[in-house]
């Protein structure tokens, strides 16, 4: 075993992680530790943009990217925090180019936007171009600036260090215990301040976008030391998944002018959202496209739609809804322009799907995506234990694992990328300054005895279950029962199948007894986590008995502001129990209404 | 269809030299590597280990060689290999670790020595620095690495040494060196100009053919190459 002292940790390596480490190593000795290679970060993978209200484009302002946030999460956003999100988001923003982010461009070299989901002129409550963007790849390029920056200010990093518990001395974050993955050997990083920022466990779902990485590490870890976790009912389906793979298709698709299509040709989302279409908010498309696919309305019947974005259907649709450039001229694509500002799409349309998008439609399904829930935190950072907001000293969380919660019942598009850097940077200034003016907890006598007695059940598991098949059975359940439509028997029957699996993943046999590069032995510690956040979403969505965002019951189909408008927080208590409690929603200048696109 | 999947192994605590494994599967054409190698640890082997993460060719983890030919396991479809025989090896020039794991730590190393990040000390505007269209443009094409590896390790200059900063070094640094508001270009034209740097590449082209994300990568050194010949970066 071998011992490490900082006074900032940072776990994961993503959007979040880096700018919280830019910021903490300023003033404090600061370290990263990430399962991944930074540069692998799920943020990478992140495409058509972050929020800002820049107006670069045309008329816009912070406050309405403020509602529009307030209305897209259900009113289950918290007012102030979301507030603040959106008044730091333009400064963060001009940050990120003064570190060097290579933004597209407006004709006058300023960044350029493109409309969003939900993203809306309040006054005319038409689509407004609020989405900073950098081609298709946005996330790529925050995580590579980002990343490039930590370089350039010589930030420590333990690339490839699996994070494996957490350690809690007096009630305070006293540091983390790792396994090095090369060797196997464990590590002890005492700390000062534990910043999570690992991101989000959409691998709980079988179509999903997220990563292999993304098991919920930073959930599942606090969870088990008493720290509660905050609206974890709430997980978003982004409508466009490439079929049957849920690779991500951005909805910048949608707003360079690419619209959905059903089985009979109808641009249905005319239907469900008059006023915006297919830029509603992703809750709302995913459900229309649900409800098409349930009526029969897939193409062919099969439980897919189209995602047009060939030039003609682009330019039939933007003169219908009397689309115009910022110059008042008619909106018009051509191929070529298609191809210049989504480059990705195009390629993963060739390579996946084996469809040129400018010559065909693109098969799409809603696919799994974001986790809005997640460790409860002020808007500063800080962690959070309980129903009065106690601050817990020194655990911070940003980006997807935590819930601030700007996000609510559904996230926004582009709000996602806002949320790492905004939140990564306060988490990390406020992670430095609690370490500066604080003293080391004792670490425990054993530090590593917990984390050992974990991994020896796993080594010495007796049975013949396998992981793949364990995995692809919560999968295909949660997908079913507690996916984009929800039912208390359906959640009820897969809450015992999600328990009986628990049951089984205690027998499965561990082949590989080696300690160089044991993919094994953590693949099967990351599928525990998966189960234990399979059940503990099943047990909140069960309790929540109204539809709200994400959280869509065909039993109770109806918004319940009486006696739902509040957080959710569940503890897991050490006989694997699971207590729930709430908050109240922090309501400033919005009262909720119903929610029309 | 059922393919033969022959997948290089070598367990450093077992083994003293590496061998092959051969498996048969049931395969669609539409399959990626990376899903025969997961199926193949999930049924067959569960020792075998290789990296991946977003498995749609964007977080660059699953370089490896495939019949022959570098890759990422997650973009090569069976369909597009034209081949019921499949040959999966880790990546060359760089030490096996296990199975498909290679010792990343050159390859960053040579990427962090090229100053991979922006330089510009003046004092920002409020508000963003401008760039035209085309300015941007002009680099557009280097932003798009990942840092996979594909291109040096297919590249045999960098084979024949890894003192050589390989093409994603070259990459990286083009990036910067044509990117209208950075300041270090002479900074890193001199690091390139360095008997490892940018003349080492013979345009083999091997880079250019196997990038996943279509970089013109060798075009991109020849950029660079020029840049040091005439002191001027346009």
Redesign the interface.
């Known amino acids: 075993m071998k011992k490490h002292q900082f006074d900032v940790i940072v776990i994961g390596a993503g959007g979040a992680g880096l700018m919280a480490a830019l910021y903490a190593s300023k003033t404090a000795n600061t370290a990263v530790i990430s399962k991944l290679y930074p540069t692998r970060s799920h943020t990478g993978t992140a495409q058509g943009g972050v929020g800002a209200a820049l107006a670069n484009e045309e008329e816009d302002h912070w406050e309405w990217h403020t509602f529009d946030s307030v209305k897209g999460s259900d009113y289950l956003g918290d007012q102030d925090a979301i507030e603040f999100m959106c008044y730091e988001a333009v400064q963060a923003v001009y940050e990120l180019e003064h570190y060097g982010l290579p933004f597209s461009r407006t004709p006058e070299g300023k960044i350029a936007q493109r409309p969003f989901g939900g993203h809306t002129n309040n006054e005319t409550g038409k689509p407004v171009r609020r989405a900073c963007y950098a081609a298709d790849r946005t996330g790529h390029m925050i995580l590579q600036t980002l990343y490039q920056q930590c370089l350039k200010n010589n930030v420590n990093f333990y690339d490839e260090f699996q994070v494996v518990d957490l350690l809690v001395v007096n009630g305070a974050a006293a540091g983390v215990v790792a396994i090095e993955l090369g060797t196997s050997e464990l590590h002890v990083f005492h700390a000062k301040s534990v910043i999570f920022a690992t991101g989000g466990h959409g691998r709980v779902w079988d179509i999903t976008s997220n990563a292999y990485a993304y098991t919920g590490d930073g959930i599942a870890i606090p969870m088990r030391h008493g720290i509660p976790m905050e609206d974890m009912e709430f997980f978003q389906f982004h409508p466009t998944g490439i079929y049957k793979l849920g690779i991500l298709i951005t909805e910048g698709v949608r707003g360079e002018g690419g619209v959905l299509i059903n089985g009979k040709g109808e641009r249905f989302m005319e239907r469900y959202a008059p006023k915006v279409k297919d830029l509603a908010s992703r809750d709302v498309i995913s459900r229309a496209m649900y409800l098409e696919m349930k009526a029969g309305n897939g193409i062919n019947g099969q439980n897919y739609l189209y995602l047009d974005v060939r030039p003609e259907t682009v330019n039939k649709y933007a003169a219908l809804d009397g689309r115009r450039r910022p110059d008042g001229s008619p909106y018009t694509m051509t191929g070529e322009e298609i191809i210049a500002k989504l480059p990705d799409i195009v390629d993963f349309a060739r390579t996946y799907l084996g469809v040129d998008p400018v010559a065909q439609p693109m098969p799409v399904q809603p696919t799994a995506h974001y986790t809005m829930g997640g460790i409860p935190t002020n808007k500063y950072g800080e962690a959070v234990s309980d129903e009065n907001n106690t601050v817990m000293p020194g655990l911070y969380a940003a980006g997807e694992v935590a819930c601030v919660s700007v996000h609510g019942a559904n996230r926004l598009g582009t709000n996602s990328l806002l949320d790492l850097i905004v939140f990564g940077k306060h988490a990390g200034l406020r992670a430095a300054e609690y370490a500066l003016g604080a003293d080391f907890q004792p670490l425990p006598e054993d530090p590593t005895e917990f984390t050992r007695a974990q991994f020896d059940r796993i080594r010495n598991a007796q049975g013949n279950e396998k992981i793949l098949e364990i995995s692809s059975t919560m999968k295909t359940v949660m997908m079913d029962s507690v996916g984009m439509f929800r039912t208390g028997d359906g959640m009820q029957s897969a809450l015992e199948t999600v328990r009986e699996l628990r049951e089984r993943y205690k027998h499965i046999p561990l082949h590989d007894q080696g300690m160089v590069f044991n993919t094994e032995l953590i693949n099967i510690w990351e599928l525990g986590n998966l189960l234990e956040i399979a059940e503990l979403t099943t047990v909140c969505a069960l309790a929540r008995t109204e539809s709200r965002g994400a959280h869509a019951r065909d039993d109770y189909p109806k918004r319940d502001d009486v006696n739902w408008l509040k957080h959710s927080l569940a503890w897991v208590k050490p006989n694997g129990e699971i207590e729930l409690r709430y908050k109240p929603v922090v309501i400033t200048k919005f009262q909720p209404k119903e929610r029309v696109y | 269809m059922q393919v033969t999947v022959k997948v290089f192994r070598f ?4 083994d003293k030299k590496p061998h092959y494994e051969t498996y048969k599967l049931d395969a669609q054409p ?1 399959d990626r590597v990376l899903d025969m190698l ?2 193949i ?3 067959f ?3 075998l ?2 990296r ?10 699953d370089a490896m060689r495939i019949n022959g030919r570098n890759y990422l396991a997650c ?1 090569a ?1 069976l369909k597009d290999l034209h081949s019921k025989k499949i040959t999966v090896e880790p990546i060359l020039g760089l030490k096996v ?2 199975d498909l ?1 290679v010792d ?1 730590e050159q390859f ?1 190393a040579n990427y ?1 020595s090229v ?6 000390d003046e004092p ?1 505007p ?8 085309e ?2 443009e002009r ?2 094409d280097t ?2 690495c ?2 996979c590896a594909c291109c040096t390790t297919s590249c045999p200059i960098f084979w024949a040494s890894d003192q050589y900063l390989g093409p994603q070094a070259i990459v990286a640094a083009h ?2 060196i044509f ?1 209208s ?2 300041k270090a270009t002479v900074e890193r034209l001199r690091i390139l100009n360095d008997q490892f740097g940018v003349y080492r590449c013979h345009t083999i082209f091997n880079c250019t053919e196997c990038c996943p994300r ?1 970089i013109e990568i060798t075009q991109a050194i020849g950029e660079v190459k020029a840049a040091i010949i005439t002191g001027r970066v346009d």
């Not at chain 2, 991946?52 to 983890?61: E, M, N, V, Y």
């Not at chain 2, 409020?126 to 269209?133: F, G, H």
Request: with cysteine; aromatic share 12%.
């Open positions: 367990n450093p605590e077992k539409t997961e199926y640890k999930g049924y082997d569960g020792t280990s290789f991946r993460s977003c498995a749609h060719g964007i977080c660059g983890s973009k479809l670790i296990k794991i990343m960053f962090k100053m991979p990040y922006f330089v510009n920002p409020p508000q963003e620095r401008l760039q035209s269209i300015e941007r680099f557009d932003t798009k990942i840092l990036r910067f990117d508001r950075d279509e």
